[in-house]
């Protein structure tokens, strides 16, 4: 299996300021598509998980342009540009290029 | 509107079985892959089974294989998990979710498997 592993495990930020969040993959996420497949969702508190980022940089519908994703290969990132109050939750990593699909443990962000 | 609605969680004894729904409307159900996803208490996200669009491939976590069923009915636009031999490693919150990309979610239904 893939493993994902995220860090940081928690993150503090004041509203208005940047956070960034990294994924690390164990196997490369490139397909021979052409296509990487890393995705990332938040889970609110009390709420599903959203897509937040697919295919390591594409913003979902509907998702602030706050929010952006970068990477290859095997190492990720979500950054957040300036972070606010209602984007508080667990973040998630997730691969399918390859069964099972693995999330990583998740970054909590919270609000100082 | 994309909407998924599941159903059918609960209090189950260890070894027992639940049939879990998830109805779907908003978009056309029988082009899509669907998929089962659990989050634990205090747990992270962990993928169960997913199923092809007209049923007739499935896939599914090495910890569940054997004992999970996942199928569709297309002319309901529902679909379905069916878990049998229930442990109390089980018990999470299970989500259905759309498409490869996991691009929308249900609320989630829950599972309690204790004595």
Not at chain 1, 10 to 39: E, I
Request: with cysteine.
């Amino acid at each position: 299996d893939i493993v994902m592993t995220q860090t940081p495990l928690s993150l503090s930020v004041t509203p208005g300021q940047p956070a960034s969040m990294s994924c690390k993959s164990s196997q490369r996420l490139l397909h021979s598509d052409g296509k990487t497949y890393l995705y990332w969702y938040l889970q609110k508190p009390g709420q599903p998980p959203q897509l937040l980022i697919y295919e390591v940089s594409n913003r979902f519908s509907g998702v602030p342009d706050r929010f952006s994703g970068s990477g290859s290969g095997t190492d990720f990132t979500l950054k957040i540009s300036r972070v606010e109050a209602e984007d508080v939750g667990i973040y998630y990593c997730m691969q399918s290029i390859q069964l099972p699909l693995t999330f990583g443990g998740g970054t909590k962000v919270e609000i100082k | 509107e994309v909407q998924l609605v599941e159903s059918g969680g609960g209090l189950v004894q260890p070894g027992g079985s639940l049939r879990l729904s998830c109805a779907a409307s908003g978009f056309i159900f029988s082009n899509y892959w669907m998929h089962w996803v659990r989050r634990a208490p205090g747990k992270g996200l962990v993928w169960v089974s997913r199923i092809n669009n007209d049923g007739t491939s499935t896939n599914y976590a090495d910890s569940v294989k054997g004992r999970f069923t996942i199928s569709r009915d297309n002319a309901r636009n529902t679909l379905y998990l069916q878990m049998n031999s229930l442990r109390a490693e089980d018990t999470a919150v299970y989500y259905c979710a759309l498409y490869s990309s996991l691009s929308y979610w249900g609320r989630g239904t829950t599972v309690t498997v204790s004595s």
